[in-house]
Nanobody
Framework: QVQLVESGGGLVQPGGSLRLSCAAS????????MSWYRQAPGKARELVAT????????NYADSVKGRFTISRDNAKNTVYLQMNSLKPEDTAVYSC????????WGQGTQVTVSS
């Protein structure tokens, strides 16, 4: 079964950190670039970060540059999003995406930044 499963979300205070994971199965993970998106209530989905298939190149939304780091472990078929210095405006459902076939999404994980 082809799927992406996110984990690691939760409630964190402003300034705190979280590490999200996205485990892939059912397809050849290592040949695809991977991305993290987020969607806050009432807002459009936003591309947060992308990593190439080897991990040699990454790109970030301006809103998270310098605070978030995307990485991957092809041996574990997993992509990560390390989020530091979190702000209330980072509150959203975070989902990973793979351009396999017509594109697949994980179920999402909620990140809430609040004091």
């Amino acid at each position: 079964q082809v799927q992406l499963v996110e984990s690691g979300g939760g409630l964190v205070q402003p300034g705190g950190s979280l590490r999200l994971s996205c485990a892939a199965s059912g397809f050849t993970f290592s040949i695809y670039a991977m991305s993290w998106y987020r969607q806050a209530p009432g807002k459009a989905r936003e591309l947060v970060a992308t990593i190439t298939r080897t991990g040699g190149s990454t790109n970030y939304a301006d809103s998270v540059k310098g605070r978030f780091t995307i990485s991957r472990d092809n041996a574990k078929n997993t992509v990560y999003l390390q989020m530091n210095s979190l702000k209330p405006e980072d509150t959203a459902v975070y989902s990973c995406y793979a351009p396999w076939s017509r594109g697949i999404w994980g179920q999402g994980t909620q990140v809430t930044v609040s004091s």
